[in-house]
């Protein structure tokens, strides 16, 4: 059987938002710890202005998530189809709209009552869930060469970064 090759732009787009979600999300956790904390604290929460880095995260998300969603429902279509996907990208979305509607004086003032944090909340449950849901189906759909796959330096002819470019126009005339 043929080992499982991915585009190489879903898989920088998708590499550096599965660097940045975590560190965004364990940040949450952080802030989560030290200013609200009414469902649980974690022992000890580290000093630092966590608000800032989360929020400086969640900047660098941004333009990530947006090129990854366009990628998704333009040459990733298909991969679109599959739940765990569709879902794991809703969360992003959800998390990060309401994540720059929210002031960041908010939670340093203890106004917890924001129904905008409440859905960011959710968002950060939903993409935790969403994420193990997500590497649930693609071990259970391709097993460990799919999910090696992803992580793979390899790039076939016709599909380097100078290709990207002719990759979406051929892909926009298809669709046009």
Same mark, same amino acid.
């Given at each position: 059987m043929a080992?499982?090759?991915?585009?190489?732009l879903l898989r920088a787009l998708h590499g550096a938002?599965?660097?940045?979600?975590?560190?965004?999300? !364990?940040?949450g956790l952080l802030i989560y710890s030290r200013y609200d904390g009414?469902?649980?604290?974690?022992p000890w929460t580290p000093g630092g202005n966590w608000i800032d880095i989360h929020g400086t995260l969640g900047v660098l998300l941004w333009p990530l998530a947006l090129l990854f969603a366009l990628y998704a429902i333009s040459l990733g279509r298909r991969r679109l189809h599959q739940p765990a996907n569709a879902v794991a990208l809703g969360a992003l979305a959800v998390a990060l709209i309401s994540g720059k509607l929210m002031e960041e004086d908010w939670l340093r003032?203890?106004? !917890?009552?924001?129904?905008?944090?409440?859905l960011h909340l959710l968002a950060w449950l939903a993409i935790a869930l969403a994420v193990l849901w997500h590497l649930g189906a693609v071990l259970a759909r391709g097993?460990?060469?799919?999910?090696r796959s992803m992580l793979s330096l390899r790039l076939r002819q016709g599909d380097r970064p100078g290709d990207w470019p002719r990759q979406l126009l051929e892909?926009?005339?298809r669709a046009g």
């Open positions: 080992r499982p090759y991915q585009p190489s938002t599965a660097l940045l979600v975590p560190l965004a999300w !364990l940040s009414r469902w649980g604290r974690l003032d203890g106004q !917890l009552q924001h129904g905008v944090y409440g097993g460990l060469p799919l999910a892909h926009l005339r």
